[in-house]
């Protein structure tokens, strides 16, 4: 059974910092490209960053670009989201997912798992 298990989030003022974490059980998973995605009040899920198989490739949204950083440790089948200089428009649920294909991709539709979220809220 196929597990993605996020942790991490948190109520941080604007400006502050925090590290997701994003544990995978039931899969090989250095076979999945891994992305979080995030889910605002009121709004459609939207893609955040993802990262290749072996971590040496990512992809930004131009919202988080410079303030976001993913990595991931295949040894610990964990993808991380280091979010720094937050703001209160970064606050949303976050989920990971993860997709097997090599194609990249901002559409939930391409990936096939998907972790149960974990809030962040960035107060003003």
């Known amino acids: 059974q196929v597990q993605l298990v996020e942790s991490g989030g948190g109520l941080v003022q604007a400006g502050g910092s925090l590290r997701l974490s994003c544990s995978a059980s039931g899969v090989t998973f250095s076979s999945y490209a891994m992305a979080w995605f995030r889910q605002a009040p009121g709004k459609e899920r939207e893609f955040v960053v993802r990262i290749n198989r072996s971590g040496t490739s990512t992809y930004y949204a131009d919202s988080v670009k410079g303030r976001f950083t993913i990595s991931r440790d295949n040894a610990k089948n964990t993808v991380y989201l280091q979010m720094n200089s937050l703001k209160p428009e970064d606050t949303a649920v976050y989920y990971c997912?993860?997709?097997?294909?090599?194609?990249?991709?901002?559409?939930?539709?391409?990936?096939?798992?998907w972790g149960q979220g974990t809030q962040v809220t960035v107060s003003s």
């Open positions: 997912a993860a997709d097997r294909s090599v194609i990249t991709s901002v559409e939930r539709a391409a990936y096939e798992y």
